[in-house]
């Protein structure tokens, strides 16, 4: 590392913490209104106490259920290293009963230092399941049970939920389960046998409010002073960081951000994205570097389509916006061919096609839903009198034609003075 120049040893660092969940969430571990401190005491009370207790993890993806939880296994697993054993599970893989019971299974038998049977049925699966239950109880060891996309598991029979709470009403059994889900009714989908068993306890998670964007942009991104960087290259990379945070256009960037989508998720990838566009000769972030991630993350279906379009399907984009502008009510794929054969005789353009040529690139337009038609009768008529629309703006027509790397200027001009005027 001290070979390294000190602005890539920066970046090194900040990647780093922007792809460790613990150390972006151990900022909000610290409260004990957090998510983080409820989950830990529901956990740590049901070892300490040794007694049985189920939670849910419910919130939005990308707002950090799974990043608290494995914070806090580790936290408990440092806690009470020889009481707790960790079983996972998840529905997109396990939401069959047998495929679950066989996991369980074999991960036990891994914890434990078992042989596993692969040819064992699904009853001597559950059987042996109860029998670990018991024995761990007995050993005063509890059984943490992890059941990622929880919905899915709530599918079906639920005969594993059923056996999991069931098996949990021993008095020598010790576990907890713990659901993970983004849907805030998972604990509705569940029968009346299994939630009669469940502990009813739910923990919500949100997308950060907006002054915690604010603490996470600083604990993530300010350098730490006692770091082997450079003092003065600290400071100065921390002041002018400082500078951008209280800069109009950064805050406005920001509210964008927060407006669209504010999760946890898209705020650390939006943040990685303006890492990578440091300028290593500079040594600084800039207002552009988030300028330049802001637009790299914010989707553009619609542009991404004029991207893949001939330049037949762009002439017939541009004659629909013609016809738009002189107030057409109406067009359809004849008034589009005497727009098309209008521009080719006004500037003897060179891409002129044949009429079923032009129809193919006109049906192809369709199917990508950059035009479709006004409304759905009509449909005995032939394709060339079914009046259609355009469903994508001047401005995303303008940038995509600019960002076009073989578009005619023709096109351009047209669009542009349409534009302008």
């Not at 042989?115 to 670990?132: G, H, R, T, W």
């Not at 006004?346 to 006004?374: K, M, P």
Request: hydrophobic residues 40%; glycine residues 4%; aromatic residues 8%.
């Amino acid at each position: 590392m001290g070979l390294k120049n000190p602005v890539e040893q920066a970046v090194i660092l900040l990647r780093s913490r922007l792809c460790n969940p613990n150390f972006i969430f151990t900022l909000f571990s610290d409260s004990p209104d957090s998510n983080y401190s409820k989950l830990k005491y529901i956990i740590s009370s049901s070892v300490t106490e040794s007694c049985n207790n189920s939670v849910l993890l419910l919130g939005p993806r990308g707002c950090g259920k799974l990043a608290v939880l494995e914070l806090v296994l580790e936290d408990l697993l440092r806690e009470f290293p020889d009481m707790i054993s960790v079983i996972k599970l998840n529905g997109l893989l396990h939401s069959d009963d047998n495929c679950a019971l066989k996991e369980i299974a074999r991960q036990l038998c891994l914890e434990h230092q078992l042989a596993f049977s692969k040819m064992a049925s699904s009853d001597e699966n559950s059987q042996f399941l109860i029998a670990m239950l018991r024995e761990c109880g007995l050993a005063h060891k509890t059984v943490l049970f992890v059941l990622d996309e929880f919905d899915l598991f709530a599918q079906g029979k639920q005969r594993l939920l059923y056996s999991l709470l069931d098996a949990m009403q021993s008095v020598t059994s010790q576990a907890v389960v713990i659901g993970v889900s983004c849907r805030l009714d998972a604990d509705q989908l569940l029968e009346k046998r299994v939630r009669s068993r469940f502990s009813h306890r739910k923990l919500l998670f949100l997308p950060p409010s907006r002054e915690d964007l604010q603490r996470l942009l600083e604990h993530a991104l300010l350098l730490p002073s006692g770091s082997d960087l450079p003092h003065e290259f600290v400071a100065n990379f921390n002041s002018n960081l400082l500078n951008i945070f209280a800069d109009k256009k950064f805050k406005d960037i920001m509210d964008t951000v927060f407006n669209t989508d504010s999760t946890f998720k898209q705020v650390l990838t939006f943040l990685f994205s303006a890492l990578c566009h440091l300028d290593l000769k500079c040594g600084f972030l800039s207002v552009e570097n988030f300028k330049d991630a802001l637009s790299n993350i914010q989707r553009q279906p619609k542009l991404e389509c004029l991207k893949d379009c001939s330049i037949l399907e762009l002439y017939i984009l541009v004659c629909m916006k013609r016809l738009e502008v002189r107030e057409h009510e109406t067009c359809n794929f004849n008034s589009i061919m005497k727009e098309y054969k209008s521009i080719h005789d006004s500037f003897q353009t060179t891409d002129y096609y044949a009429r079923d040529v032009c129809r193919r690139a006109f049906e192809h337009l369709l199917q990508r839903e950059l035009i479709s038609f006004l409304d759905n009768r009509g449909h005995g008529h032939s394709i060339e009198f079914r009046p259609v629309k355009l469903l994508i703006s001047w401005q995303e027509l303008y940038q995509g034609l600019k960002s076009y790397g073989s578009c005619p200027a023709i096109l351009y001009k047209l669009v542009e003075r349409e534009t302008t005027t």
